[in-house]
């Protein structure tokens, strides 16, 4: 069964960093490209950030770009996003969520995971 | 303010046929496929059409989708109580080089 597990959120300041992983499980973590997708309390999806299944692909949404930082260690089976500078708008339920298919950088989220929530505030 | 544009409401009696529109441009849906999400409160999205008109396994289906041009419809015939929750679309946009969603459609069951 795929599973995919996400901490790390919390309360912090504005201007301050963060440290999210998403630990996957149930199948072979280096075969699937892997993405981040946000939901301010009340408001739409925004995806965040995806990395390909060697890591040697990123792409990154241009509201986070120079700020926010995704990786991947196979190794581990762990997805992380490394936060900085946050702002209060990057107040959101964070979720990992993996492609249902193997080819290329795909965008089809067919599994998710809980989400956590990341808080930005003074 | 989302590149994809929805109805931010949609609504429908049981049995009834209710289409979510998912408006775009060249960049997204023309040249992308079509991927379509439901969400209930507090859960995370559930992935309900992917590839413009594709099911996944486990998806019924009263649940259909379709694209022409710049713009992707979501159907869902047999309205069910069940199916009231939030539904969104998403494609890769080539100018931004990333993901794109809608805003989002609310299904109210009436």
């Known amino acids: 069964e795929v599973q995919l597990l996400e901490s790390g959120g919390g309360l912090v300041q504005p201007g301050g960093s963060l440290r999210l992983s998403c630990t996957a499980s149930g199948f072979i973590f280096s075969s699937y490209a892997m993405s981040w997708v946000r939901q301010a309390p009340g408001k739409g999806l925004e995806w965040v950030s995806i990395?390909?299944?060697?890591?040697?692909?990123?792409y990154n949404a241009d509201s986070v770009k120079g700020r926010f930082t995704i990786s991947r260690d196979k190794s581990k089976n762990t997805l992380d996003l490394q936060m900085n500078s946050l702002r209060v708008e990057d107040t959101a339920i964070y979720y990992c969520?993996?492609?249902?298919?193997?080819?290329?950088?795909?965008?089809?989220?067919?599994?998710w995971g809980q989400g956590t929530l990341v808080t930005v505030s003074s | 303010q989302s590149v994809l544009t929805q109805p931010p409401s949609a609504s429908g009696t049981p049995g009834q046929r209710v289409t979510i529109s998912c408006s775009g441009s060249?960049?997204?849906?023309?040249?992308?496929?079509v991927n379509w999400y439901q969400q209930f409160p507090g859960v995370a999205p559930k992935l309900l059409i992917y590839?413009?008109?594709q099911r996944p396994s486990g998806v019924p289906d009263r649940f259909s989708g379709s694209k022409s041009g710049t713009s992707a419809s979501l159907a869902i015939s047999g309205l069910q109580s069940e199916d009231e929750a939030d539904y969104y679309c998403?494609?890769?946009?080539?100018?931004?080089?990333?993901?794109?969603f809608g805003g989002g459609t609310k299904l109210t069951v009436l």
């Open positions: 060249s960049s997204n849906i023309r040249d992308n496929s």
């Open positions: 590839s413009n008109n």
């Open positions: 990395i390909s299944s060697s890591g040697g692909s990123i």
């Open positions: 998403s494609a890769w946009d080539d100018s931004l080089n990333g993901v794109i």
């Open positions: 969520a993996r492609a249902i298919d193997t080819s290329g950088i795909s965008i089809i989220w067919g599994y």
